[in-house]
């Protein structure tokens, strides 16, 4: 479903270009969960913007359902996050001006894939039925990432992509965002990579891979 394929991505430093993946392969199957693990620096972040459209790589290929991300434009990779592709960032990005409601529809209605039932059941199992006119500032910050989380699974994505989904909230509030998340994403039948640095986070998901120095370690 998702395949990288000696991937490598450099940025300018000050001495010049400083590589930060250095030829990373990957395959992530239907369905499946994946955590991507590795210290500061590593390259995780870099890599799951590349997957997501973005940024885009120096080399290699990302080829998403026979579509290869690495090839598209600026305008075919945002159509490629709008329609198939959905990103929990751990700043939860919830827009400020929007209720509850209107934040869980937001990707979906872009992808003219909303359906009111779909994120109405969201909404219960996410426990924010009570919460759906207030906005985001009036939520904790676990109400929050839900609401992130109702966001990106309203429209169906065939891939989440998580950037430290927990990183924000306290132990038992991670714990509780990531079970309903998971139990989420199979309802869905999306697949799911999270870099994370957490490793309770990443003993939850099927596959586990590590990145060191810009490779996968292993």
Do not use: C
């Not at 430093?13 to 199957?29: H, I, K």
């Not at 994946?34 to 870099?46: P, Q, R, V, Y």
């Not at 966001?151 to 132990?171: F, H, I, M, Q, Y």
Request: no cysteine; proline share 2%; hydrophobic share 40%.
């Amino acid at each position: 479903m998702l395949i990288v394929k000696d991937l490598h991505k450099s940025f300018d430093g000050a001495d010049g270009p400083v590589a930060v993946l250095r030829g990373v392969d990957l395959r992530l199957e239907a369905g499946q969960t994946m955590a991507l693990t590795g210290d500061s620096g590593s390259g995780k972040s870099t890599l799951l913007h590349l997957i997501g459209g973005l940024d885009h790589a120096d080399s290699g290929t990302i080829t998403l359902d026979g579509t290869d991300i690495t090839a598209l434009d600026d305008a075919g990779r945002a159509a490629l996050r709008r329609d198939r592709i959905g990103v929990v960032f751990q700043q939860f990005n919830l827009i400020p001006s929007l209720d509850v409601a209107a934040n869980i529809a937001f990707q979906a209605r872009l992808a003219g894939k909303h359906d009111r039932d779909w994120a109405d059941r969201l909404a219960t199992r996410l426990g924010l039925t009570d919460h759906l006119k207030k906005y985001p500032e009036q939520l904790s910050g676990g109400q929050q990432q839900r609401v992130a989380i109702g966001r990106t699974l309203a429209a169906k994505p065939s891939l989440v992509l998580a950037d430290e989904p927990t990183g924000n909230l306290d132990e038992d509030s991670g714990a509780r965002v990531l079970e309903l998340m998971l139990a989420l994403v199979e309802e869905t039948g999306a697949s799911l990579l999270t870099v994370t640095h957490s490793q309770s986070l990443a003993g939850h998901m099927q596959r586990q891979l590590h990145l060191r120095h810009g490779r996968i370690d292993g």
